[in-house]
């Protein structure tokens, strides 16, 4: 599925990505992780992609493997690595915590694996998380 | 998103229904402030958000309950967490947010064990 990186457009990506859970039939404890991760680069895009520039497409696809669900998720906008972003500090107190870092810290610890590359022009972040396979779920 | 708001003497219950994403979170932020700021009455001396209702937060929705979080210290009004599902709970976890904000398992010990604060 292809949208404008507009934030208007995050329900029709989450709809998306719940329709290709329940149509494969997944356990429904593993989708919030992918709804979340979804959001966090979404929202990346949104708020730094665009900068100044035309509004650029993301592009989510979903694809069923034999563990379980990898979720790639492709900009045309410049490059950037989210993942070369810091970890945020987590010891810090509540008067001191910082306010942002943590989306992408969150993609990391909710999923597998999660690789950036800049193929063809485009941003590409690919993510997996392995699923406990539900009774009577198609992993076809 | 909606916010079903629940006062009880002086402590206010806010309880946050569906998710709290980038599109939602700062409504959320908005509406919780204005309870903290008592809107034109005295404000609570408590504020307690029962999760029980909130199916999703992502980290749009951790910085609108940071940001709460602090403006509830400022103003001496005690702030606390209660009922959490488990995605939630899962994300405040992996934040460390649970280390620094009282998240309690339901109501009646969040509004037992929620002192304003002092300074």
């Not at chain 1, 900009?75 to 989210?82: I, N, Q, S």
């Not at chain 2, 994403?21 to 959320?28: E, S």
């Not at chain 2, 199916?55 to 609108?64: F, K, N, P, T």
């Amino acid at each position: 599925m292809s949208v404008a990186a507009q934030a208007a457009h995050l329900p029709q990506l989450t709809a998306f990505l719940e329709q290709f859970w329940s149509s494969a039939s997944l356990p429904p404890g593993g989708c919030p992780a992918f709804a979340l991760a979804l959001e966090e680069l979404f929202a990346n895009v949104v708020m730094h992609g665009s900068a100044g520039g035309a509004l650029q497409q993301v592009e989510v696809s979903l694809a069923l493997t034999p563990e379980g669900v990898t979720m790639t998720i492709e900009d045309d906008g410049p490059g950037f690595d989210p993942l070369s972003l810091p970890p945020p500090d987590l010891t810090a107190s509540l008067a001191e915590r910082p306010v942002g870092g943590l989306g992408v810290f969150l993609v990391r610890k909710m999923m597998d694996t999660v690789s950036y590359a800049r193929v063809a022009g485009r941003n590409q972040v690919r993510m997996s998380k392995r699923l406990a396979r539900a009774a009577g779920a198609e992993f076809a | 998103m909606n916010l079903q708001i629940e006062a009880d003497g002086a402590t206010t219950y806010l309880v946050p229904v569906g998710r709290i994403d980038f599109d939602a979170a700062p409504a959320f932020q908005q509406a919780v402030e204005r309870v903290l700021s008592g809107a034109g009455q005295t404000p609570p001396t408590t504020v307690i958000i029962d999760g029980a209702k909130l199916e999703y937060v992502s980290s749009a929705g951790l910085r609108a309950v940071l940001l709460l979080a602090r403006a509830a210290q400022r103003a001496h009004i005690a702030f606390a967490l209660c009922a959490l599902q488990a995605p939630v709970r899962e994300v405040f976890n992996l934040s460390g947010f649970s280390q620094i904000m009282a998240i309690h398992s339901d109501r009646e010990t969040a509004r037992s064990q929620s002192q304003p604060p002092r300074t």
